[in-house]
């Protein structure tokens, strides 16, 4: 019944899809389903992703390297021109039509084949020419556009289009598709084919073949259920006329990424799909499949470009399109390389995946994908707090029982031990840390999101109003979530990706061994364990704190001018970072403060070959680059171990202007920044010691004006590169409290170095903890500074600002105090001066006067 090629005498080598995965014999670390030695082969395909765990295969899949080789090769070898001119590289693009159709088990005498730019255009492209009306001349009947509620945000635009077309816009719940269907079938054990009527109206009806949230597969081989109108009573409850003739948009990007989709056994009308979900590469193309028969009613196509005509007049409005539909669809010229290489694609495809089910490549994907979701599905339904409490709760529409009803997706949020939930964002901080990529909020299906997380319309516009939009970082709302995590696998993950998950599960949100399920382990692929053991982080801390005194400590009490002061909190230390993301120079007594923050922090960066800024994230060793700066020599020297230092001038005459460039700098500021390069020899010297190549050092241009993105009323402040503020002020005492609350043996810092670690501008003392959170405003000496509020934190404070190595605290610890909120410092930006003085300049121990907004004195 079932379209996916999966016949009653299931030939899958060692299992059944009944037998449950514990009872089968040949487990392996790798899989269960692809043998080790074709595990092993495949996995040398993604070297690159050295110890990242790759987990959103729905967002895309990645292509294997030998891909990339086989493509540019055969680009190397031929002569492929426009397809327009020529008749070569038209062939081989139809050629590849057919291989397309092939792999759906079918043939152009069934369905044509549109390449599009991906799903979206082709679901858009649908809408434009379907015919909603009948063929009758006047007053014509116009039919319904149904879309399951359950469906991805680019079909749920697709209403817009229908009902510009005055088709009636219906929506169904996911329950009552599947009712509908259901019902119908077993009613009308012999319903008839309905035949079509060109005088009806004309139905669409639009749903995924699986769900991009949660993976749930909805039923395919209901395509005559649905012709012969199982959802006319739905159509009657909204009081919309019946006699119709019924036509199905399928939206298969999700379903054909790790199933295979027979088209002899089930016909939908049209068919959905992008390219990139299948193979990685290459990106920007995709298909929609016509069913011949259906084509008739795809008439109202209104554009037309190059090559979709026979005939156009320039000076008249005459044209004639083609009568080919792949000729009068593809407007343009067609992606023709991209095209091209996807003929590699299924080849690369064929000589790595073994046919081991049903002697079928997508066969064996989708069971070898399966697996590995209900290994996770299993390991999370059993995963519990020491309390006893659930840790997970998980977004499912089926129990990994039966393949034909779900995909290689598990949706899940965390819950903490009180029943409270961990919010998704910060769940992706801690994945982040630990390398593991997923994706968390709502996918754009939101239709999945509400029913699952059981928000009402409602309640989502009031969360809209508090400030959630898609995609931000306001990961709950009174408590609750406003999205899940998504795990998806593809072909060539493994049993050691689910293990590394959930070894981050648990350090990072339960605290509780995991137990693995029983699976024969190869011990030579154990990619587990990046953290490192104890023994190793002892003499690493050793290592450090020489390091840390030698350097920075030295004599700062010699060097200072401090008269004590009668108060109960001082400044501690002042630091800038010259460079974005490297190491700090420690202020010995004073620094001037300009009008961007103190004078040199954060005026470098260094940027890749690709004009993007590299920050610690990507390269935690930038914190062992120590800038020092000499005011006298007006140099800046760069020190790094193992290396004589280099001196780069603090002018910025001795830079060549770099011209019209602008530099992205994070993907959250997305302002462009002028600047100077400072030439090849500090660049070679900085590729080096980072062991990449092609980095520069760019230095910001006095003329960038960066302002601080607007929050309060008042006036705005100039901006280094430091991202958010023009000063990060650390409270010693609130440091000291952290430290006490970190339980992890593994965790070995002493206050300094954690402190360190926040990369503070102005680091204060105090008695209490956590006090300068209730802070307004804050006179520094005779400085005044205004306060700009907490400061979110990311996996950057898990690098040791020493030895760039990677640790998992103080960031959970961080989010356990703090409720899933990672904050820790607050922001200052500078008013200036106070009580006469002239220089606005800062000097370490001086007092510090608090604030508050009860006690808000005006000036
Ligand atoms: C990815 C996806 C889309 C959108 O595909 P694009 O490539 O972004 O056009 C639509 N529907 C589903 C089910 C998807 O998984």
Same mark, same amino acid.
């Given at each position: ?57 729905? #967002? ?29 590289t ?5 050629q ?20 599009t ?9 649908i ?49 009552d ?33 699986q ?56 016909q ?23 069913k ?10 209104k ?15 005459y ?87 779900? &995909? ?14 961990v ?24 239709? +999945? ?13 009031e969360?809209?109003?508090? #400030? ?10 009174? &408590? ?7 795990v ?74 401090? +008269? ?51 920050t ?9 680059i ?75 241009s ?21 991202n958010?503020a ?39 003392d ?14 520094? #000496? ?21 030895? #760039? ?26 008013? &200036?001066?106070?009580d006469?003085?002239?220089? +606005? ?18 000036r």
């Amino acid at each position: 019944m079932f379209a996916v090629r999966i016949k009653t005498d299931i030939s899958i080598q060692h299992y059944t899809s009944t037998r449950s995965y514990e009872e089968s014999h040949e487990m392996s670390a790798l899989s269960q389903v692809i043998d080790d030695e074709h595990m092993v082969k495949i996995t040398s395909n993604f070297k690159r992703l050295g110890e990242r765990c790759y987990l959103e295969n729905a #967002g895309t899949t990645l292509y294997p390297q030998s891909l990339l080789v086989n493509v540019n090769e055969d680009l190397m070898n031929n002569v492929y021109m426009n397809p327009h001119s020529d008749k070569y590289t038209k062939d081989c693009i139809d050629q590849i039509r057919c291989l397309i159709l092939k792999h759906f088990n079918t043939d152009p005498s069934n369905y044509t084949v549109v390449f599009t730019s991906g799903t979206t255009q082709s679901l858009k492209l649908i809408l434009e020419s379907f015919q909603f009306a009948s063929n009758e001349n006047d007053d014509p009947d116009t039919g319904s556009f149904v879309y399951l509620s359950d469906n991805h945000t680019s079909v749920l635009g697709l209403r817009e289009l229908a009902s510009d077309k005055n088709a009636d816009v219906i929506n169904i719940t996911h329950d009552d598709f599947l009712t509908a269907v259901n019902s119908y079938q077993k009613k009308t054990m012999s319903w008839k084919h309905k035949m079509k009527n060109s005088n009806e109206a004309n139905s669409l009806f639009v749903y995924p073949a699986q769900s991009n949230f949660n993976g749930y597969k909805y039923p395919i081989d209901c395509m005559d259920t649905i012709k012969s109108g199982c959802l006319n009573s739905h159509l009657k409850k909204n009081l919309c006329q019946i006699n119709n003739n019924w036509y199905v948009l399928l939206d298969a990007a999700s379903f054909v990424s790790t199933s295979g989709l027979d088209l002899a056994k089930t016909q939908p009308d049209y068919i959905c799909m992008s390219f990139y979900k299948m193979f990685g590469y290459p990106t920007g193309l995709g298909a929609l499949l016509v069913k011949n028969s259906s084509e008739d009613v795809l008439s109202q196509k209104k554009y037309f470009g190059g090559g979709t005509v026979d005939i156009v007049l320039s000076s008249e409005n005459y044209h004639v399109k083609r009568k080919n539909l792949s000729e009068r669809f593809e407007d343009g010229t067609s992606s023709f390389l991209s095209i091209i290489a996807l003929k590699q694609c299924f080849d690369t495809m064929h000589r790595l995946i073994p046919r081991t089910v049903h002697d079928n490549v997508m066969d064996t994907i989708s069971y070898h994908t399966f697996y590995l979701a209900k290994d996770l599905y299993y390991q999370l339904q059993e995963l519990h707090h020491t309390n006893g409490n659930k840790a997970a709760i998980l977004y499912m529409d089926s129990d990994f029982s039966d393949i034909k009803k779900q &995909g290689a997706i598990v949706t899940f949020n965390l819950l903490r031990e009180d029943g409270s939930y961990v919010g998704y964002s910060e769940f992706q901080h801690m994945a982040d840390l630990f390398n593991v990529n997923v994706r968390t909020g709502c996918f754009c299906n939101s239709g +999945s999101c509400q029913r699952h997380l059981m928000s009402t319309n409602k309640e989502m516009k009031e969360m809209y109003k508090a #400030g959630h939009v898609c995609g931000d970082e306001l990961d709950l709302v009174d &408590g609750r979530p406003t999205g899940a995590i998504r795990v998806s696998f593809g072909y060539f993950n493994t049993f050691n990706d689910i293990d590394k998950l959930m070894t981050m599960i648990c350090r990072c949100f339960v605290k509780a061994q995991i137990r693995r399920p029983k699976r024969i382990r190869n011990n030579h692929h154990s990619l587990l364990d990046s953290i490192k053991p104890n023994k190793i982080f002892n003499t690493i801390t050793n290592l450090r704190k020489m390091l840390h005194n030698q350097d920075f400590i030295n004599n700062i009490e010699e060097d200072l001018d401090y +008269s004590p002061l009668d108060s109960k909190i001082i400044v501690k230390e002042a630091a800038i970072f010259p460079i974005k993301s490297c190491g700090a120079f420690k202020i010995r007594s004073s620094w001037k403060i300009g009008s961007k923050g103190f004078e040199y922090d954060r005026e470098w960066m260094i940027i890749k070959d690709n004009g993007v800024c590299l920050t610690q994230k990507q390269n935690p060793k930038m914190c062992m680059i120590r800038p020092k700066i000499d005011l006298k020599q007006r140099i800046m020297t760069l020190h790094f171990k193992g290396k004589s230092p280099i001196a780069v001038s603090l002018d910025t005459m001795a830079y060549t202007k770099v011209k019209e460039s602008s530099f992205c700098h994070t993907k959250v500021c997305t302002d462009t920044i002028h600047g100077y390069d400072c030439g090849d020899e500090v660049a070679d010297w900085i590729s080096e010691a980072l062991e990449v190549s092609f980095l520069r050092l760019i230095r910001q241009s006095s003329s960038d004006n960066r302002l601080q993105k607007k929050k309060h009323d008042g006036d705005q402040k100039l901006l280094a590169l430091s991202n958010q503020a023009q000063f990060l002020l650390i409270n010693k005492a609130t440091v000291r409290w952290l430290k006490d609350k970190i339980l992890d043996p593994q965790f070995v810092d002493d206050i300094d170095l954690l402190t360190d670690r926040f990369r503070g501008n102005i680091i204060i003392d105090m008695e209490d903890e956590l006090a300068e959170r209730d802070w307004h405003k804050v006179i520094i #000496g005779n400085q005044e500074f205004r306060v700009e509020g907490e400061c979110p934190r990311c996996q950057m404070v898990c690098i040791d600002q020493q030895t #760039g190595e990677k640790t998992v605290e103080p960031l959970r610890t961080i989010s356990e105090q703090f409720g899933g909120k990672l904050r820790f410092g607050i922001y200052l930006s500078y008013l &200036g001066p106070v009580d006469g003085t002239k220089d +606005s300049v800062l000097k370490i121990y001086s007092a510090v006067k608090p604030i508050t907004n009860d006690d808000n004195i005006s000036r």
